[in-house]
């Protein structure tokens, strides 16, 4: 069974920085695009970051030049340096990995709190 596991999530003040892992364990083939929602009290979720396996990336507008995705060598990991924090930025985060073998399907992980205090 596949698993996807966030950790990292935390408490810190405005202007600091948090690295979120996700790991995907279990029965892989082959993994496509992961990323990164966010779910703010009251909002909608929101597409924070993806990356695929070659490495492209794309960042919503509101975090572009201040949060990083990147792919870990095995590329079952998936990492979010999130850097100058803003209280705005206060939401669950969840991990998300596309399988592409044997069946198409998105796998999702439980979130992680990130909490920006001001």
């Known amino acids: 069974q596949v698993q996807v596991v966030e950790s990292g999530g935390g408490l810190v003040q405005a202007g600091g920085s948090l690295r979120l892992s996700c790991v995907v364990s279990?029965?892989?083939?082959?993994?496509?695009?992961m990323g990164w929602y966010r779910q703010a009290p009251g909002k909608q979720r929101e597409l924070v970051a993806v990356?695929?396996?070659?490495?492209?990336?794309n960042y919503a507008d509101s975090v572009k030049g201040r949060f990083t995705i990147s792919r870990g060598d095995a590329k079952n990991t998936v990492f979010l340096q999130m850097n100058s924090l803003k209280p705005e930025a206060t939401a669950v985060y969840y991990c998300?990995?596309?399988?592409?073998?044997?069946?198409?399907?998105?796998?999702w992980g439980q979130g992680t709190q990130v909490t920006v205090s001001s």
């Open positions: 998300y990995a596309d399988m592409v073998r044997p069946v198409d399907r998105r796998y």
């Open positions: 990356t695929t396996s070659g490495s492209n990336r």
């Open positions: 279990g029965t892989i083939f082959s993994l496509n695009t």
